[in-house]
Each structure stands twice: as C-alpha cells, then as structure tokens.
C-alpha cells in the first residue's frame, strides 16, 4: 500500500516515468519479441521466465519490460544497478533468494541495469544462483552482450534485442501521455498539433523517453490561453526539442565503422560520406576514420588506381595540419577517390600469399648474383657473380631469377583487369617480348664467346 509520501513523489516525478507502462497491454513497440504468440511474451504470462538479457538502445522499453515482469510474476523481484553494486551486494541478494526458495518454494528475479558495467569477478559470482535456479536474471543493457559482457553468463541466458520505436509508436506514446488524466496531462487541457508531435517524435529517433521529456518541457513552458488550453504548435515542440546527440556505443561504433568501410569497398560516395559525417558527429576521432581509408586505398584499390594512396595519405597530412572541421574537405575528397576508383584486392592478395609463404620457414640462402657486393672483398666470395643489370638491356629488363630458391614458381602478384592494372598487365607483355630479344642476345654472345675461346 502506497502512503502519502510515495504517492507525492509519483506526482512529481518526471512524465516519462509516469507513463511507463504497466502491463503487457499497454507495452508498446517490440513487437518482434513481444507480440500476441511470441516467446518472450508467452514466457511471461506463464511466468516462465528464463535468465534473459534485454539490450538496445535507450528508450526502447528493457527496464518498463523488467518492471512488467515484476508486477505479473509470483516471484520475489530483487533490484539492482551495476554501477552503483559490488560483490558483496550480490550476496546479500542471493542469500534472500537462497532463503525464499528453501522456506517458501519462492524463485527470485534479479533486475541488474546496466549489466555490461559488471567485471568478470561480480558476473561469476551470480552464476552458480542462475545454474541452480536460485535467481532468474534479467539484465538490461545498451551495450552488445556479446562483445561487452563476460561470456560465462551470456551463454545462461536468453537474449533479446531491442530495437528503436518506430515514429508512430512514439506519437502514439505522446497522444496517450496527453489524454491520460492519472499520470499525464488529461486535467490540464493540452492540445498538441499533429505537425508538433511528428516533430517530436522524429527528434526522438525511436526513443520514448526522450519524447516524453520534450513533450514535458513542452506544456510546462507554455502559457494557457483564453481558451484556457495549452496548446503545443510546431514551433513550440521545435523549441522543446534537444538537438539530437548521436548515441554512440562500442558495438555502434563499431558497426558503423564497418558500414563505412563496406561502402568504400563497395563503391558508394554517397553513403560513405553518410556514415563518415555519423561517426564525426558522435564524436569519433576522426584519425582512425582516415587510417581505415588509408587502408582501403590498398586493399579494395591498390594498383587500380596508385593515385587513391597518394589522395589518401594527403588527408591524413591535412588533418595533422589544419584539423577539424577544415580537414573534412580533403577527407571527403579521399572517400569519393577511393569509392568512384576501380576496383582491384590484388594488392592484399598478393601480401597475404607472401606472409604465408614467408611463415613456413625452412628459408634458404639467398642466391649468389642476389647478395650484397657494397664491400670490400665481396668479389672474392662470389657475391654478385652473374648478375645482369636491368638498364644495359634492351627495354630497361632482362630475365633472371629474384624470387628466394625456396618460392619458386609461386605467384603472388597477379593484375586485375581493372584501371591502372590494364597497363600492368600489357608492360609485362612487352617484357616479355623484350626479354625474348634479349635472351637471344645473350645466346649469341655466348655462343661468339665460346667459338673464340675454342680458337684460342
């Protein structure tokens, strides 16, 4: 039974609170998981609940879920926050848990917010109770579980991904907020455009609380009328709105990152500049956006087009130079470079052939017209003997072995047919053509020397 003071503190305590829902019925958005057949929704009406996870964005409803779960279950319902938590008030929640379960056949559920924030040493102290069945767990967070959480746990619990409410999930959250006379403002005669609670609600980009807030700043700030009404125009809801912040998470960010580079890969000048102007405005350091098209320029490019590194590597000395925001010109410039070039991994190919050779070992001696002739005395042991200098042949090459004796006949470099490599590939046809002429050349020199020493 509330008293009083519990229900003064409800009355003020902020709209998005207020309205969270408090049935299944009322629970909006989710329907994926949480719709009429659904697992997720059948587990909790039985009250069958298994350890779980909830994790998505803010606003998209894990915690009202949880607190739905603990007003339709027979079970005790334990709180916590991993924040504010440490090992010890772990145990003093499982030690009730233990004691419920062996007096009362009563199961616990264990609400933990923010979940990712515990280490490895709070994680598994819980996973005995889950194991046992002592507590069901339900974790909240806005963070990936699989890379942010400690996989011991993860691997005992059900996870369920929350998505972004759609646009008219959140303006029907405002409607309802404004009709409802218990907990939102059905008493105060609030009248909201439709123009204004679209704009809201796109502002909120999914996020119900977020618009609950503005909707809240909204009828506070605005004076009643003669009609004694508060009405809520567009331009009003524009001023109530805060300029949206991208939220930005490790497994966001990391799933931008490789949105972005998808689309260099992928050709898309458009898109990469999207995904480039995201991450800049969540904050990302724009380095690292630069060193992934520095690397790009060689592996999705490479000799296709040798001038994408040079454009590459020029935005990263602007953005040593000049900084912030002026350098996101020639970093634009580098990412449509690298997405309008041809296309051509030959390049990474043809390293990652080389690495594994190089990686099975057993190297031999480097051959002797290869080895290094700078010093004194190198004549004498051999060093150079039979080398053929390139530039005294006819177009600048003469064929001899370079390769270590050990990697014969593995290619690694092989063109593409894409921009530059065209070339490449017609230079090594007219190599061997003059590697023919020259071949011949050496032969009859070989053969005049041999007849003259033989007359000799």
Not at 224 to 238: F, M, Q, S
Not at 277 to 295: E, K, M, S, W
Not at 380 to 395: A, I, M, N, W
Request: charged share 25%.
């Amino acid at each position: 039974m509330e008293d009083l003071f519990s229900m003064g503190a409800k009355k003020l305590a902020p709209l998005a609170d207020r309205m969270r829902p408090r049935t299944l019925n009322e629970f909006m958005g989710q329907k994926q998981i949480v719709g009429e057949g659904k697992l997720l929704r059948r587990a909790i009406e039985a009250d069958r609940l298994t350890s779980s996870i909830f994790w998505g964005p803010p606003g998209t409803g894990k915690t009202t879920l949880a607190s739905i779960v603990a007003e339709t279950t027979n079970a005790a319902f334990e709180k916590m926050n991993a924040v504010t938590s440490g090992v010890s008030d772990v145990r003093e929640v499982l030690a009730r848990a233990e004691n419920r379960l062996k007096l009362h056949g009563q199961t616990t559920y264990l609400l933990l917010d923010e979940c990712h924030r515990w280490n490895k040493a709070q994680s598994d102290s819980i996973l005995p109770a889950i194991e046992k069945g002592v507590i069901r767990f339900i974790g909240s967070t806005t963070e990936n579980p699989m890379i942010a959480m400690t996989p011991a746990i993860v691997s005992r619990c059900r996870l369920f991904r929350f998505e972004p409410l759609s646009e008219e999930d959140v303006i029907e959250a405002i409607h309802r907020a404004v009709k409802d006379e218990e907990r939102g403002f059905g008493l105060q005669y609030v009248i909201i455009d439709d123009d204004a609670a679209k704009r809201i609600a796109q502002a909120a980009s999914g996020d119900v609380r977020s618009a609950l807030n503005a909707l809240e700043i909204a009828v506070l700030s605005t004076p009643v009328n003669r009609k004694g009404e508060i009405h809520i125009t567009g331009e009003i809801a524009d001023d109530s709105i805060q300029t949206p912040a991208l939220r930005m998470d490790e497994s966001l960010f990391y799933d931008m990152l490789s949105a972005f580079c998808k689309s260099l890969r992928g050709s898309d000048s458009d898109a990469a500049l999207a995904w480039f102007a995201r991450l800049d405005h969540a904050g990302v350091d724009p380095r690292i956006i630069v060193r992934r098209i520095i690397a790009h320029a060689s592996e999705d490019v490479g000799m296709a087009n040798p001038n994408a590194m040079l454009t590459a590597a020029a935005a990263w000395q602007s953005l040593n130079a000049i900084g912030m925001p002026e350098a996101r010109l020639p970093i634009a410039q580098a990412i449509i470079t690298v997405c309008e070039s041809p296309k051509s991994n030959s390049v990474v190919m043809a390293i990652e052939r080389a690495w594994a050779d190089a990686e099975k070992g057993e190297y031999e001696n480097v051959p002797v017209h290869l080895r290094d002739t700078h010093y004194k005395g190198a004549d004498k042991l051999g060093s150079g003997e039979g080398y053929l200098y390139p530039h005294d042949f006819s177009g600048h090459y003469i064929h001899q072995e370079y390769m270590p004796s050990e990697a014969k006949g593995l290619p690694y470099y092989e063109p593409s047919d894409q921009g530059y490599e065209k070339d490449i590939r017609a230079l090594r046809f007219v190599r061997e053509e003059h590697a023919f002429i020259n071949d011949q050349i050496l032969l009859t020199n070989k053969g005049a020397n041999h007849d003259q020493n033989k007359n000799q």
